[in-house]
């Protein structure tokens, strides 16, 4: 090959790359602009509603625009790109970022957009990112409960107290007694062993569902989305420290919706479906109860402690002014350490069933005392069993093992139970 075949190939390669390049831009000029066509009698979306329960604005009560006419031109001309820069998403406040991510899905819905896909995934991403990396998020909590609020399923976060302080004038409409809480994301004064920031939190009460600035432009979550379930990284042996997050959302959503001032249509049929779901986890779920023992004790290889018919032992019990006693359960160690962390209780798991052999003699139970509050009178106890039993017969269910109401000795049947929550969980005090 000669000399000018070398430099003309390599001036037809840079021709033809120039070219490919240049091709590629009207490709995409085209496309966007066929795009910007097919929404040209679109306007850019504003706030979606609060929720689906209407609010009376005549008042003056309401969110007020976060994204400018102006910024809205800027930002959302952004949806026509194929192919948009990371870095661009770096320059917009978190409103825009939202408003960005609602006008693109808007508008994708209306007529298919370049580079949804990408797009999408690009801005939701950027979004969890900054929910995952906030120093603090603003949330709302339920006043009549002491917990996150929880609205059709979803709690509500914020990333600008302002919005979120807004939203709860909002909510006030609708009687929701809820405040805002300003909320470390990573508690820096978590001394345990295993830390737990608020996303952790969120897993133990079952919140699972999260709005990100309810009231303006705002986005859906999955809090596994941002963190993954506590016992997934940390080797949490759930055997030994039991979780109820369905059961904690169960009582939180029944509990909010009974003290809920509203009359509306089928309240009665929803918040007896509340009630029983609640209720129908009770029966299934394994408590952590406070309790101590004097006497030999047989310590296994496990770890697990074994007792005999001279230990001697007894439990916590809660006495009202009435002069009734009810035994406190817990749903898990958190709800168990607000006020028994590193007391004289220890901790043992036993099963509904087992609990039905320990308040013969009692009133009945009252779950996470320092929390919930759910008391559950023994006759109750009682018929949620049976009920729960006939349930089990017609699905063919094995049963659980119901309380013997003849029983002949109740040390025994409590040293029996004892001897089987000690292979869930090691007496281990003040281990959280």
Do not use: C
Request: charged share 30%; no cysteine; hydrophobic share 40%.
């Amino acid at each position: 090959m000669g000399l000018f075949d070398f430099f003309g190939g390599k001036k037809a390669a840079e021709n033809a790359e120039e070219l490919a390049e240049k091709n590629a831009a009207q490709l995409k000029e085209k496309e966007m602009q066929d795009a910007m066509d097919a929404h040209a009698d679109m306007e850019w979306p504003g706030f979606p509603r609060l929720n689906p329960v209407n609010i009376d604005t005549s008042d003056g009560v309401a969110m007020q625009e976060t994204v400018s006419g102006e910024r809205k031109e800027e930002v959302g001309e952004m949806i026509y790109d194929s192919n948009i820069s990371p870095d661009s998403l770096r320059t917009l406040s978190n409103q825009e970022l939202l408003f960005l991510l609602i006008a693109l899905e808007v508008f994708n819905k209306k007529a298919a957009l370049p580079g949804f896909e990408d797009n999408h995934r690009k801005i939701y991403n950027d979004l969890l990112g900054r929910i995952r990396d906030a120093e603090t998020l603003y949330v709302l909590y339920d006043s009549t409960t002491g917990y996150p609020f929880i609205d059709h399923g979803f709690a509500n976060v914020y990333f600008e107290k302002e919005i979120a302080e807004t939203a709860v004038k909002l909510f006030a409409k609708q009687f929701r007694n809820v405040h805002v809480r300003d909320i470390k994301v990573e508690n820096p004064d978590d001394t345990a062993a295993v830390k737990r920031g608020f996303f952790d939190y969120l897993y133990y009460i079952g919140i699972e569902n999260l709005l990100v600035d309810n009231g303006a432009y705002r986005a859906r979550f999955r809090r596994n989305e941002i963190v993954a379930a506590p016992g997934d990284w940390s080797g949490e042996d759930k055997s030994k420290n039991p979780v109820n997050p369905a059961l904690n959302f169960a009582m939180l959503d029944f509990m909010a919706e009974m003290r809920w001032p509203v009359q509306y249509e089928k309240r009665n049929e929803i918040v007896r479906a509340k009630e029983m779901r609640m209720l129908s986890l009770i029966r299934t779920s394994n408590f952590i109860i406070p309790m101590q023992h004097e006497g030999p004790v047989e310590v296994l290889e496990d770890g697990r402690m074994k007792f005999n018919k001279d230990t001697k032992f007894r439990f916590l019990m809660m006495n009202t002014s009435e002069g009734k006693q009810f035994l406190p359960v817990y749903t898990d160690a958190i709800e168990f350490g607000k006020k028994l962390r590193g007391s004289e209780w220890n901790a043992a798991v036993f099963r509904y069933q087992d609990i039905l052999k320990f308040v013969s003699d009692k009133d009945g139970i009252t779950i996470n005392p320092d929390g919930q509050s759910v008391v559950l009178p023994k006759d109750r106890m009682m018929m949620l069993e049976v009920a729960g039993q006939q349930a089990d017969r017609m699905r063919g269910v094995a049963p659980q093992g119901a309380p013997n109401a003849a029983k002949s000795s109740e040390d025994a049947a409590v040293l029996q139970a004892l001897d089987q929550a000690m292979a869930r969980m090691g007496e281990k005090k003040g281990e959280e």
